[in-house]
Structure formats: structure tokens, C-alpha cells
């Protein structure tokens, strides 16, 4: 039940209300000057970058966007880029806020016209901060919860690791050959920009994208080979680029993004395995045979597991134990390929060397082949008339 009474006199942020409870939805939906409203309980990095890069005015989230379990910087990044956050509003807010709908920030409170609608606690970036050093202290626990569910799902998927899956026919051949997967994860624009130029250009690896790793592709002047995953955040543009579809399915055979495939008339093969989209790229390059896994956007840390979600990092943790010796991350390629010489940047530099030596052909011979021929004609006559 709304109240009426006047807002308090702080500083805040108004517009059109985007509503949903999936953040990856609801960036797809955002114009600059919009009100995010989510419901994400620890607010990962990557989904606060795409809010930053929406310029929203403000983001007003049900749940707690740090809640302590470990030092999540997504938050931190909302405040540093001046968007106004309120955090555990409640639940809620989601049926109570309209698509469209104009609402505005006031201090810790969310307003729509005179009528106070929800209130939760305004977010500071000192008052993240704080949050986040605390969240380091806590750590171990989360930690332990992490090597406990790793141990849960060995047992549970233990064929993750010690079978080999089903595998579907491909229409290009990994055996043999370079691949690179790209997510569109962490720094992933600044990977794909760092090795379009030097490694794919050089080693002309398979191109796999995992769902919106197609759009990170496509935005580099990269098609990709495959794509696979569920199919929901990826763009229909992406999937009609020509790359082969393949629908992850789940054990027992469901997969949620055939339906969309099939609505589109696009066809599509399925891979039916345990774990993330990720994790299942992954696993289809080692079992074809790749002789190496350059990984873009994908997770390697700790803290970008516990960004992940409990329920997926278990899988992620493993699949990387058996996928190891042939797995390396795209920052460390670059700098490998940093310091090389390219052969076509050999090409060019032979190519100006060989100009230059025409240019002095051109202009020192002559005058070398005249002094010589004007000495030998005055030898020649020196010989007979004196």
C-alpha cells in the first residue's frame, strides 16, 4: 500500500522504470536516463558493466547488491560511475512498479508522482567500500560452502570428468587446430580487440561463441564457426550469421533453447551434458581433439566463480581440471603475441628494404657507370695521342 507525503530533500535520479528479474534481460531493454529495477542478490561485475555502458540514472534492486558472502565489485562500479543505488527494497517492487513507468530516487526512498512506493538503504560508494573490506573477512566461509558443493557435484556428475560425452557432428574440424571461445564475460572487448589483430590473423583458430560471445564476435569483424549454449542472450542477427547451432541440453534431455531456434527456422544440433554453456564449449573442443583452448571472457578467478553463482561454479571447477593442459586465457596469448615479429610485418618491412635499395640503384648507379666509362675514355686517349 502506497503512502502520500512529500519526499525527502536528496539528491537522487528519476525516469522510465525497466523492470525484471533477470539483469541479462533487462540490459537488452535499457535507454540512457532509464531506472533499472532487478532483483540480484550480490550484483556480479559483468552485469554491472552492462548497466554502466546503458547509462542508466539509477538502479533500485529488491535484493542486497553486496551481501557480504565475498567482495563482489559490481556494486562499486554502479557507484563509481555516479548511478544512484538503492539496495533491498524488497520483493515487492517488482509486481508494484510498471513497465514505463516514471519513478524517482529520493534519498533511500523510490516514489511514483506523490506516492512513496518502496524504500531500502541508499548506496554510497564509501558505504560499498566499507561493505566490500568487510566481505574479504568472510571469505573462508564462502570458500568452504565452495569446496563442499565441488564435492557434492563430483560425486553427483562424476562423469564430467571421467567419461567422455556423446559428441555431435560438426561441420568444421577441431582435431588438430587452435580454438577460441569467447563469452561475453570479463574484459572480453579488450581480449577480442587485443588478439583480432595478431593471434587470429596469425593462427586462424575455430571460432566458438558461447551465446552472447556471437554479438562480441560479430561487433569485432569476427564470424564464428559455433555457437552454442541456451540462446538467451544472443541476438537473432547472430544466430542467422551462417555458424553452425548447437543447443546445450541438460541430463535427462531438456534444452530451453531449441524452442527459440525453432521459432526462428533455424536448425540446430543438440549436446546433451552436466555443467554451464561454458563449461560445455569447452568440453566439445577437448573431446574433438584441439590441440589448444584460448579462452575470452570466461571465468578464472575465484571471485568471478563466486560471481558465478554456487550452483555453477562446481562444474566450471572441474571442467577446467580436465580441459587444464590445453586451457590458456587469452591475456596470457596476447602477451605471448606481443612480443612477436609477425610474418606479414616481415613481409612489409623486406618489401620498404627492397625499395630502398631499388631508389639507390636508381640514382647512384648512373653516376658510378658515367665516371667510370669518362675515366676509361681518357685513359684510352691519354695511351694514344700521348
Known amino acids: 500500500m502506497s503512502v502520500l507525503r512529500q519526499p525527502t530533500q536528496l539528491a537522487g535520479a528519476s525516469g522510465p522504470a525497466r523492470v525484471d528479474r533477470r539483469t541479462k534481460n533487462l540490459v537488452k531493454r535499457l535507454q540512457p536516463g532509464d531506472i533499472a529495477v532487478i532483483d540480484h542478490e550480490d550484483l556480479d561485475r559483468v552485469a554491472a558493466e552492462t548497466l554502466v555502458q546503458a547509462r542508466v540514472a539509477g538502479v533500485i534492486n529488491a535484493s542486497r547488491s553486496i551481501s557480504g558472502r565475498y567482495p563482489n565489485v559490481g556494486p562499486l562500479l554502479l557507484a563509481a ?8 527494497v524488497g520483493p515487492a517492487v ?8 516514471v519513478v524517482r530516487i529520493e534519498g533511500s526512498e523510490v516514489w511514483v ?9 541508499r548506496q ?6 566499507l561493505a566490500y573490506e568487510a566481505a574479504k573477512l568472510t571469505m573462508s566461509d564462502e570458500l568452504l560452502r565452495f569446496a563442499e558443493n565441488t564435492l557434492e557435484f563430483m560425486r553427483r556428475e562424476r562423469n564430467l570428468i571421467l567419461d567422455s560425452p556423446e559428441l555431435p557432428e560438426l561441420a568444421v574440424e577441431l582435431a588438430g587446430r587452435h580454438v577460441l571461445i569467447v563469452v561475453r564475460g570479463h574484459d572480453y572487448r579488450e581480449d577480442l580487440n587485443a588478439l583480432r589483430s595478431t593471434y587470429v590473423r596469425d593462427v586462424r583458430p575455430v571460432l566458438v561463441a558461447v551465446d552472447g560471445g556471437a554479438d562480441a564476435l560479430l561487433e569485432t569483424g569476427l564470424r564464428p564457426h559455433i555457437i552454442i549454449g541456451d540462446f538467451d542472450s544472443v541476438s537473432d542477427a547472430a544466430l542467422r550469421c551462417g555458424a553452425q547451432l548447437i543447443v546445450h541440453a541438460y541430463p535427462g534431455g531438456k534444452a530451453p533453447g531449441a524452442e527459440r531456434l525453432e521459432e526462428l527456422g533455424l536448425g540446430y544440433t543438440t549436446f546433451e551434458a552436466a555443467g554451464t554453456s561454458e563449461d560445455v564449449a569447452m568440453l566439445l573442443a ?7 583452448i584460448v579462452a575470452v571472457g570466461t571465468h578464472a578467478s575465484m571471485i568471478e566463480f563466486l560471481d558465478k553463482g554456487r550452483e555453477g561454479m562446481a562444474s566450471t571447477f572441474l571442467t577446467r581440471l580436465k580441459v587444464g593442459p590445453i586451457l590458456v586465457d587469452a591475456k596470457g596469448v596476447s602477451r605471448l603475441y606481443g612480443t612477436r615479429v609477425h610474418k ?3 613481409i612489409v618491412f ?14 647512384v648507379v648512373p653516376e658510378v657507370f658515367l665516371d667510370s666509362t669518362r675515366l676509361y675514355f681518357e685513359d684510352l686517349w691519354d695511351s694514344l695521342f700521348r
Do not use: N
Open 286 to 292: 577437448y573431446e574433438k581433439k584441439a590441440t589448444l
Open 344 to 346: 606479414g610485418d616481415l
Open 81 to 88: 560511475a555516479g548511478i544512484a543505488l538503492i539496495d533491498g
Open 94 to 101: 517488482m509486481d508494484q512498479l510498471r513497465e514505463g513507468q
Open 350 to 363: 623486406l618489401f620498404a628494404a627492397m625499395l630502398v635499395f631499388a631508389a639507390i640503384v636508381t640514382i
Open 124 to 129: 554510497t560508494l564509501h558505504s560499498l567500500e
Open 113 to 121: 508522482g506523490p506516492a512513496l512506493v518502496a524504500a531500502g538503504e
